[in-house]
């Protein structure tokens, strides 16, 4: 029985324990609503609550344990002279869950049946080839004590699943006939179902926190597991980045750091004098026709997604400035490189810098404005010896949260700024960043196991703390600043 | 002005103070100038980027198609001669390339078409890789084909079709390996003659993604249904839990520590770069849940997590704006605080959290980064099933496809990744309609 199944089936139990809940309420007070504490629907709602509620705990919590309990069971049948040399117990026990996978579909597309696995010898049948044949791919041949620990997991996991859906209904209907029993019509069960509908929402709204707690956990673990593998110190402090398949890799961070911080400076360089000068214009000068056409379409700018832009540095950006820049100035010869990934990043963070600029130039009491035009400053001046110095804390808000928009940014740097780790003054040279290594180091191979793949998770959480930190004091920088002016 | 200053004082040098004036003028429309040019270089990279992106795709959706008659030699395909689509599958594409290579000579010869210089493996050529394994798909679909002529159309190669559309020169094929000159006029005599013509083509929309060899045969079938699986599942997670923490955050819970963690989590979250959320999804789904990697249910999951928060905040907003009385009324005529909120406040606040939705689903929708991490990178050829087993099927994702496409050699997936980036756009601006439409029709003001 599949999870899917069970799920509908409990549905269709708490469905029915919602009607019959209703009737019997309805019923027990002879058809006299009131009498009831509660609306009918407030009864069927605390059966179908009770009846659903407690079995997908029971589910969730099972699915959760049971992968945990059979691969323990398992790998205990599996000796230390089973497992290759240069391998590992858990690269044997993927071959086994790989195989037992295999097993399954083989007999869901009818190649075997399951009394034909039940005799079947690995080292008297060719496991291998039959797998290959419904296109399950084992690296080698398979021993017999690894194919009978395959076995093995299936069996139990097939147990497991019996034995779950058989609880997960009892518990379904065991749930819906309490609250059934308890049917009365002073029953309280509109604030039963209230109660439990407030839990629901409490629930929802840790998810924010289960979420923040998972990329904390998942982080700070590979990267514990990672500083095992290779110093901290070097981590940290080394100059080069030159990872090798080999071991021996140097995976220094600073490269990337710099290649990180180079991008994101032209970026701003771009996105700050452009964003800010439109803000202004926009907020004191621009007509109320102009600004509901112009704010709109710089913010379109905002929506388009980033690999819009990748593209757009790939084909279009890069090819010029290599074309124009680059080459005639004899400066390099790559389409891909700082100022190309710089430059495009810095349009789209033009609408992130102006729109929020825009409110805090607004949230500007007007009564400043009209002190200044009254001592005769123009509008220019009223702006930047008035407006800026009061507007100015909100606006380096704004400037942090678009340079922590800068670091994380991914998609624009992997197609515009190159691959190579360098530690190069020349933006026309192809540099590589944080994110960048990321993805390289983490799309493909998974294993695991070696700290070339671990790395990308000590860049992650290098990156996740300064966005973090970023993000934090641009919040309360702008929050002390509306504060202000409210 | 400038007189009005004279005037008042006058005790100084006239000139000095006019030219004062001037200058306080001239900083003027200087300033207002700068303004101008932010906005005109915002608004230039905007239509720069449009167009770019127009102008490399467009050739995408149209494709070079060569049609002519191929017999169909029981011979060659069905030896034992009984029709039986099992034992006519031993028959490889090599089989049915063949076919094609003397169908195609043959079509040429009976309409006039001179091949003459032209070496035969060259004229093969102009048909694309993929063709001998459409007319072996269509055979085996319809077994009853065998024996007989029919009018078989297939893409052209890839660089033919960039002839016709301008990415190929006489020059540029002259230091190309893969093409010749000869070729291309050979490909100019067979569309006079009507045998190859530029159309519109479905199979960009609606097929499977191809190899690096066979630019001309790619799709975005897969890379659709492979977005709108996440689509679904993100609207389908993120509506319903950020809906009810909003409502919690919003209408019951008091000013404690611990809702103030959950504000500042998830105003934190909303800033956190989206490849962050890639590793969690990678360590936390794959790694640790053992989900199938290129699944749409990882990618739907890990984009539902960066939508929470886009959706919390406007749902926050939205309720915020329903005002007190209606909830004043409600508790006066002895409604519980659930039953106000779930009867009145948020069917009213419905448009507000609809539009905010969309919005985030919009976002989800062109969100590439992390789903490199979890796998969606990797080349699918087959559809995936129908929902829900679907969802754990590998399958592709429309941005993955594009960033994916640039990585390949052949100038022609170029055009194939600003053409998706075509079909991305025009989802991604009708959503938002759907959103501005929702917002001016239902909108209330109070």
């Known amino acids: 029985?599949?999870?899917?199944?069970?799920?509908?089936?409990?549905?269709?139990?708490?469905?029915?324990?919602?009607?019959?809940?209703?009737?019997?309420?309805?019923?027990?007070?002879?058809?006299?609503?009131?009498?009831?504490?509660?609306?009918?629907?407030?009864?069927?709602?605390?059966?179908?609550?009770?009846?659903?509620?407690?079995?997908?705990?029971?589910?969730?919590?099972?699915?959760?344990?049971?992968?945990?309990?059979?691969?323990?069971?398992?790998?205990?049948?599996?000796?230390?002279?089973?497992?290759?040399?240069?391998?590992?117990?858990?690269?044997?026990?993927?071959?086994?869950?790989?195989?037992?996978?295999?097993?399954?579909?083989?007999?869901?597309?009818?190649?075997?049946?399951?009394?034909?696995?039940?005799?079947?010898?690995?080292?008297?049948?060719?496991l291998r080839g039959r797998l290959a044949d419904v296109g399950v791919a084992i690296a080698a041949d398979v021993k017999q004590s690894v194919f009978v620990a395959a076995q093995e997991y299936r069996a139990l996991n097939k147990i497991g699943l019996m034995v779950m859906s058989g609880l997960v209904i009892a518990v379904a209907v065991a749930g819906a006939a309490y609250s059934y029993s308890r049917i009365t019509p002073r029953y309280r069960a509109r604030n039963v179902a209230e109660a439990a509908i407030k839990a629901l929402l409490i629930l929802s709204s840790t998810v924010a926190i289960l979420t923040t707690l998972g990329i904390i956990l998942s982080l700070v673990f590979e990267t514990a597991h990672f500083f095992n593998l290779y110093p901290a110190r070097d981590f940290f402090f080394n100059l080069t980045w030159n990872p090798q398949f080999r071991g021996g890799s140097d995976l220094g961070i600073i490269p990337l750091l710099w290649g990180t911080l180079y991008v994101s400076f032209v970026a701003l360089a771009v996105a700050v004098p452009v964003g800010l000068l439109a803000a202004i214009y926009l907020a004191e000068y621009a007509s109320p026709t102009v600004r509901g056409i112009a704010k709109p379409a710089i913010e379109i700018l905002a929506g388009i997604p980033t690999i819009v832009y990748g593209l757009f540095a790939l084909i279009t950006v890069g090819p010029l400035l290599r074309d124009y820049f680059a080459q005639p100035l004899g400066l390099g010869s790559s389409s891909s490189s700082v100022l190309t990934a710089g430059l495009v990043m810095g349009i789209m963070l033009i609408p992130f810098v102006s729109s929020l600029s825009d409110d805090v130039i607004n949230a500007v009491p007007q009564a400043m404005r009209d002190g200044s035009y009254g001592l005769g400053a123009t509008q220019s001046e009223t702006v930047k010896k008035v407006i800026l110095p009061a507007a100015l804390p909100g606006i380096v808000g704004a400037i942090l949260l678009a340079a922590s928009r800068a670091i994380g940014e991914t998609m624009i740097v992997v197609m515009g700024a190159g691959a190579a780790a360098k530690l190069s003054l020349n933006p026309l040279e192809a540099m590589t960043t944080i994110t960048v290594k990321i993805v390289s180091q983490l799309t493909g191979d998974t294993e695991f196991a070696s700290p070339e793949t671990l790395v990308a998770f000590a860049l992650g959480l290098s990156l996740f703390v300064v966005t973090l930190l970023l993000n934090i004091v641009a919040l309360q920088v702008v929050r002390r600043y509306r504060e202000q002016y409210e | 002005m400038s007189v009005d200053n004279t005037v008042a004082e006058a005790g100084r040098p006239r000139l000095i103070r006019a030219d004062r004036t001037r200058r306080r003028n001239a900083a003027e429309t200087r300033f207002r100038i700068y303004g101008v040019v932010a906005i005109v270089i915002s608004l230039a990279a905007l239509v720069f980027l449009v167009l770019s992106i127009l102008s490399n795709g467009l050739g995408a959706f149209s494709q070079t198609f060569i049609a002519f008659d191929v017999y169909l030699d029981p011979a060659v395909i069905d030896k034992n001669g009984n029709r039986n689509p099992e034992e006519m599958k031993k028959v490889t594409t090599i089989g049915y390339g063949n076919l094609l290579k003397k169908a195609l000579a043959a079509d040429l010869e009976a309409r006039g078409v001179s091949t003459e210089g032209i070496p035969p493996k060259e004229v093969d050529g102009l048909l694309s890789k993929d063709a001998p394994a459409q007319l072996r798909d269509k055979v085996l679909a319809d077994p009853g084909l065998v024996g007989q002529t029919i009018r078989f159309e297939t893409y052209a190669n890839g660089r033919i079709d960039g002839y016709f559309k301008g990415r190929v020169t006489m020059e540029s094929a002259r230091l190309d390996s893969n093409v010749s000159p000869e070729q291309l006029e050979l490909a100019d005599r067979m569309r006079a003659a009507g045998i190859v013509s530029v159309r519109f083509n479905w199979g960009f929309l609606f097929g499977p993604d191809a190899s690096e060899l066979r630019p001309e045969a790619a799709g975005l079938g897969i890379a659709i249904i492979g977005s709108a699986y996440m689509m679904m599942i993100v609207l389908v997670l993120a509506l319903p839990i950020g809906v009810a923490a909003s409502i919690y955050l919003e209408e019951f819970a008091r000013q404690n520590a611990f809702t103030d963690v959950i504000e500042v989590n998830i105003a934190n979250l909303a800033a956190v770069p989206s490849?962050?959320?890639?590793?969690?999804?990678?360590?936390?789904?794959?790694?640790?849940?053992?989900?199938?990697?290129?699944?749409?249910?990882?990618?739907?999951?890990?984009?539902?997590?960066?939508?929470?928060?886009?959706?919390?905040?406007?749902?926050?907003?939205?309720?915020?704006?329903?005002?007190?009385?209606?909830?004043?009324?409600?508790?006066?005529?002895?409604?519980?605080?659930?039953?106000?909120?779930?009867?009145?406040?948020?069917?009213?606040?419905?448009?507000?959290?609809?539009?905010?939705?969309?919005?985030?689903?919009?976002?989800?929708?062109?969100?590439?980064?992390?789903?490199?991490?979890?796998?969606?990178?990797?080349?699918?050829?087959?559809?995936?099933?129908?929902?829900?087993?679907?969802?754990?099927?590998?399958?592709?994702?429309?941005?993955?496809?594009?960033?994916?496409?640039?990585?390949?050699?052949?100038?022609?997936?170029?055009?194939?990744?600003?053409?998706?980036?075509?079909?991305?756009?025009?989802?991604?601006?009708?959503?938002?309609?759907?959103?501005?439409?929702?917002?001016?029709?239902?909108?209330?003001?109070?």
Do not use: C
């Open chain 1, 1 to 126: 029985m599949n999870v899917g199944l069970l799920i509908l089936i409990v549905l269709v139990i708490a469905a029915a324990g919602y009607v019959l809940g209703r009737r019997r309420s309805l019923a027990t007070a002879d058809g006299n609503i009131r009498g009831m504490h509660s609306l009918p629907g407030y009864h069927g709602q605390s059966v179908f609550l009770f009846a659903s509620v407690p079995a997908f705990l029971v589910m969730i919590v099972w699915l959760l344990v049971q992968p945990l309990v059979i691969e323990n069971q398992v790998s205990a049948l599996i000796q230390p002279s089973d497992i290759p040399e240069g391998s590992s117990l858990s690269l044997v026990m993927a071959d086994v869950r790989r195989i037992a996978d295999g097993l399954d579909l083989a007999v869901a597309r009818g190649a075997l049946t399951e009394d034909q696995i039940a005799t079947m010898r690995a080292d008297l049948t060719n």
């Open chain 2, 275 to 446: 490849i962050v959320f890639g590793i969690l999804g990678l360590a936390l789904f794959i790694n640790f849940l053992g989900l199938p990697q290129s699944a749409p249910i990882v990618g739907g999951l890990v984009l539902t997590l960066m939508t929470l928060p886009t959706i919390i905040i406007a749902t926050r907003a939205s309720l915020k704006a329903v005002p007190p009385s209606i909830r004043e009324a409600a508790l006066g005529v002895g409604a519980s605080k659930m039953q106000t909120v779930f009867h009145h406040v948020l069917p009213l606040a419905m448009p507000g959290i609809l539009t905010g939705t969309i919005i985030g689903l919009a976002q989800a929708l062109g969100e590439t980064a992390p789903l490199l991490l979890i796998g969606m990178v990797a080349f699918v050829r087959d559809f995936p099933g129908p929902p829900p087993e679907g969802f754990f099927d590998p399958a592709a994702a429309l941005p993955v496809q594009v960033y994916n496409w640039t990585q390949r050699a052949d100038p022609a997936f170029v055009e194939r990744a600003s053409g998706a980036i075509i079909v991305l756009l025009v989802f991604l601006l009708s959503m938002n309609i759907i959103a501005i439409i929702l917002r001016r029709r239902f909108e209330r003001r109070w």
